[in-house]
T-cell receptor, first 111, second 119 residues
């Protein structure tokens, strides 16, 4: 059974702080990893993708991947109240395979 | 960018009736459509995978006769919830794989979701 695990939170951080979101996955053959943001009642939107070990930065977001530890994280710098949402971690194998989602971590950025 | 149009966004139906949800890829060809379901405060759970022109592959525990999936063209996939019951009330989301985008990080586009309420 392929699983993606996340702490459900809520994670509360003050505005301007760094939010750190973590995720582990069980399927060692997973190739690609994704972070999605989902606002209540809305569809997920892609924030970051990563498939190589190390860090990948995009604006205020940094994704980190450690395949040996089967661990993925997302850092959000200078957190804003508009970042308050549920963050979903997802993994997939290569080819025509679906995304496997974690349950999501609810982030609350306090102004 | 790639867009998947999903309709309706919200639907309320009576128990025992059927509801059809459509997902259309507007500017690309969707070779594969994944259908997910999300209950409140839960994650997205894969229901089925459909490839254009083929029968859908359903996940364990998902009744194929209840959730009918049609993927007759490269731009349209439909999910029909037949004989809906209150426990089928959920948020249904489609996700399309773009045939023209082979990169691992670009392959999927989500629809906007359908909130189904069965009363």
């Amino acid at each position: 059974q392929k699983e993606v695990e996340q702490n459900s939170g809520p994670l509360s951080v003050p505005e301007g702080a760094i939010a750190s979101l973590n995720c582990t996955y069980s399927d060692r053959v997973s190739q690609s990893f994704f972070w999605y943001r989902q606002y209540s009642g809305k569809s997920p939107e892609l924030i970051m993708s990563i498939y190589s070990n190390g860090d990948k930065e995009d604006g205020r977001f940094t994704a980190q991947l450690n395949k040996a530890s089967q661990y993925v994280s997302l850092l959000i710098r200078d957190s804003q109240p508009s970042d308050s949402a549920t963050y979903l971690c997802a993994a997939r194998n290569s080819g025509n395979t679906p995304l496997v989602f974690g349950k999501g971590t609810r982030l609350s950025v306090i102004a | 960018g790639a867009v998947v149009s999903q309709h309706p966004s919200r639907v309320i139906c009576k128990s025992g009736t059927s509801v059809k949800i459509e997902c259309r890829s507007l500017d690309f060809q969707a070779t594969t459509m994944f259908w997910y379901r999300q209950f409140p405060k839960q994650s997205l759970m894969l229901m089925a995978t459909s490839n254009e022109g083929s029968k859908a592959t359903y996940e364990q525990g998902v009744e194929k006769d209840k959730f009918l999936i049609n993927h007759a063209s490269l731009t349209l996939s439909t999910l029909t919830v037949t004989s809906a019951h209150p426990e089928d009330s959920s948020f249904y989301i489609c996700s399309a794989r773009n045939r023209d985008r082979g990169q691992e990080n670009y392959g999927y586009t989500f629809g906007s979701g359908t909130r189904l309420t069965v009363v």
